[in-house]
């Protein structure tokens, strides 16, 4: 017997409720309810001896008689993609891609169809733009393909009957919120719509092995819009940022079930599209002087990948009556009041009514703790009035002791700064071992604490 029952449910957060209320109490969203029909079907039983177990065997296939194709992962000539990737796109692989609107999605998304119709055919399909916008995008972009379709298609019933059926290699869905099926009272962009629709595309990505894109819109507070269970059902979800006025973007993956997490590739947005930047090391600390107060360089670990970046700080005379200031930029605002607390006991670094500004160019966050001996150096560098010469990179995660801890892949670290002609390097005693044995054109300084450090300057 089905039952009905109507739901209010949160298009911003998936929140249920029997009533609806003008605020959502989860997210705090105002006006995010919208009623939805669910229905059950009570008292379903199955029927003893109705399974048919010579069906469900005939499904069951030995792992050593699966079969990999060479193709197994699809690659272009985008180096930055691949790798964030983890080394191309597999078959039957569902990404979900989001991002701020106007940030680029779309058009890194058109670049990369033209790049993976070397394998077969590729479908774009649009809910939100007309078949002519896209194709005036591509000009621009100066794509000229045959393998390359367009679609202008929201029912998700039909665009699985017809993927089935077409079997293309990769298909980009741009936006799951525009999509409804028909199976669903609610309307397109509703938890309960982007549910289905997700569950349709996965459904027939796997059983295929057809690739896909799926474009998510996001909420104010920057997470997915739609239930949470979006980002579990697909295999790797990628974050596109990019600060307003500026022309780089980076790409970020928050998932990957195929490759490493946290990994970044930087792009450039230019007039006929989206560039990757292979160096962006180079890109990130270019703008330098040869010394500079409270300016450190250091050799972050993303994903796989060894970034340099600088760590600026600013040191002012606050306000002797008020409360300090502590703006913090790209970098954990509770680490630095870690840092500046060991600062204090250590070296001597008395912060306590100054005001303290951390910054890290480039919209990069740091949250690698080998970054803590280079924010520290440079706090004492603002504090002292000590230039700090830019050819000199320290490296190293500090306790609450003052001790400098060991710190993981220091070779791919002191190997990026040997690439970009960095003279010297501060580095944790305890990673003296893994490192004398081999060869470096830096000047490797061994510190077993701050104590040691401040000997040295």
């Given at each position: ?131 002519s916008q896209i194709k005036s995008r591509g000009d621009r972009l100066g794509i000229k393909n045959k393998n390359l379709y367009l679609m202008s298609e929201t029912n998700v019933d039909k665009i699985y009957e017809y993927i089935s059926e077409r079997k293309p290699k990769v298909v980009i869905i741009d936006s799951i919120q525009t999509l409804y099926s028909e199976t669903s009272d609610s309307i397109a962009g509703t938890p309960t719509q982007i549910r289905e629709a997700t569950l349709k595309i996965v459904d027939v990505a796997k ?251």
């Amino acid at each position: 017997m089905k039952k009905e029952k109507s739901m209010y449910v949160c298009k911003e957060c998936g929140y249920k409720s029997i009533k609806w209320m003008g605020k959502c109490p989860n997210c705090g969203e105002w006006g995010s309810l919208e009623e939805e029909v669910e229905v059950t079907v009570a008292n379903k039983k199955i029927p003893k001896g109705s399974l048919n177990f010579q069906e469900i065997d005939e499904k069951l296939v030995s792992f050593d008689e699966i079969k990999m194709e060479e193709n197994f992962r699809y690659k272009t000539k985008v180096k930055e993609f691949d790798r964030l990737l983890g080394g191309g796109l597999v078959q039957g692989e569902v990404i979900l891609l989001t991002g701020n609107p106007g940030i680029g999605k779309s058009t890194l998304l058109l670049q990369m169809a033209n790049e993976y119709t070397e394998y077969g055919d590729i479908i774009y399909i649009s809910g939100e733009e007309s078949l002519s916008q896209i194709k005036s995008r591509g000009d621009r972009l100066g794509i000229k393909n045959k393998n390359l379709y367009l679609m202008s298609e929201t029912n998700v019933d039909k665009i699985y009957e017809y993927i089935s059926e077409r079997k293309p290699k990769v298909v980009i869905i741009d936006s799951i919120q525009t999509l409804y099926s028909e199976t669903s009272d609610s309307i397109a962009g509703t938890p309960t719509q982007i549910r289905e629709a997700t569950l349709k595309i996965v459904d027939v990505a796997k059983k295929n092995n057809i690739c896909f894109f799926i474009v998510g819109h996001i909420t104010k507070d920057g997470k997915v819009a739609g239930p949470k269970m979006l980002e579990h059902m697909v295999d790797a979800v990628f974050t596109f940022e990019g600060e307003e006025g500026l022309f780089y973007r980076i790409l970020r993956s928050e998932k990957n079930r195929f490759g490493s997490t946290n990994e970044l590739a930087i792009f450039s947005m230019e007039e006929d599209g989206l560039r990757e930047i292979q160096n962006s090391s180079e890109y990130f600390i270019s703008e330098r002087n040869e010394k500079n107060i409270g300016s450190m360089i250091v050799p972050v670990l993303e994903g796989t990948k060894v970034f340099l970046l600088e760590i600026q700080t600013l040191i002012t005379e606050g306000n002797p009556i008020g409360i300090p200031k502590r703006v913090v930029q790209g970098f954990d605002k509770n680490r630095i009041q870690i840092l500046m607390a060991i600062g204090e006991k250590r070296m001597g670094i008395n912060l306590g009514t100054k005001d303290v500004f951390v910054n890290i160019p480039g919209g990069i966050s740091i949250k690698d703790p080998a970054a803590d001996l280079g924010a520290l150096i440079s706090l004492m560098s603002v504090y002292k009035n000590v230039e700090i010469s830019q050819k000199i990179a320290a490296i190293g995660e500090l306790g609450l002791r003052g001790e400098i801890r060991k710190v993981f892949f220091i070779d791919k670290r002191l190997r990026e700064l040997e690439k970009l002609g960095f003279k010297g390097v501060y580095i944790p005693e305890a990673n003296r071992k893994e490192v004398e044995k081999k060869d470096y054109k830096l000047k490797l300084i061994y510190l077993k604490n701050l104590d040691e450090f401040l000997e040295r300057i």
